[in-house]
DNA sequence: TATTGTTATACTCTATAACTATA
DNA sequence: TATAGTTATAGAGTATAACAATA
């Protein structure tokens, strides 16, 4: 993504050619939401990937590595660099399964909850912002399609 | 992303805390189609990045490349590589502007064309499967949802 | 001086392979 | 043998900086 904002955009926007074409239009909302996102959080101790991890850590209790690996569903070589940044800045920390010593447990801080919960406004607000164009109905009935796709079997 | 196919999900998906973020949705969306179209495309001479620049050079022309670049939101310097690509299979090809000599006009050979047109028919029968589960008309909607945050004026 | 194409370089994100320790 | 965490490494994708040619 070139600049995302900073960047002018040509006279004609999307181009007519890909406006229709959902990998074109997905790729660029997500730019876009990004793109909006980061001010929200400069702030806030957590980027969108810190939240996301706090937020299935603290939702699903207690949770190894490998098992927050797989509800993001990202490698578990991802998930150490993850829990690293999160435990350098105290908000989660780490400790040995007792019922099976290879796992560590990861368990969310005080002040990672706190964290958190300052994220999850801004990005809520974020999203608001992001979404109205859309409309209150319209916003909902976005996600709601989203979440099927996501939760859609293989394709999705 | 991890195998986004063979991975196996966990029990819960996604995970609850997430299931409303319209970042991580909006990822696995995109993640998701990705992965529907890339097998799709196998027999095709170009990726979904070389049919969006083919279809915004065959779309107005003529094209510099910076013009295509801006068109597509992408760096120049990411351009060159791109038409790089598609020369080597002979599907553009480079001239000097007649009008301006620092610029490269971009023509969509013959085969390019054929190329683009393949890719297309892949393309959208590959959407139109990713995005049954939504029903045609919510199908419809979802894209008018994502033209239209598309094309907002600066946060989308 | 500014712009276009180009190259070299660097950065981000994430995966694969291999190692250690546990099981 | 298999799994969890870790490290090192590599790849994809894309940006920034600098240069040559041209305007």
Redesign the pocket.
Known sequence: ???ADGEQRPDEWPPAGLAARLAFLLKHVQAGFNAATEPALTDVEVDG?GYAVLTVLAGERPL???QA?LRLA????????L??GLEAKGLVS?RPDPH?????IVDVTTAGHAAMKRAGEAIEQAERRFLAPLGEAGARQFKDALLTLVSAPTPG
């Open positions: 993504m070139p600049a990937r190894s590595q490998h690996a990202v490698d578990r070589t991802t998930m150490v660099a829990i690293d780490r099976d010593r290879r796992r560590n």
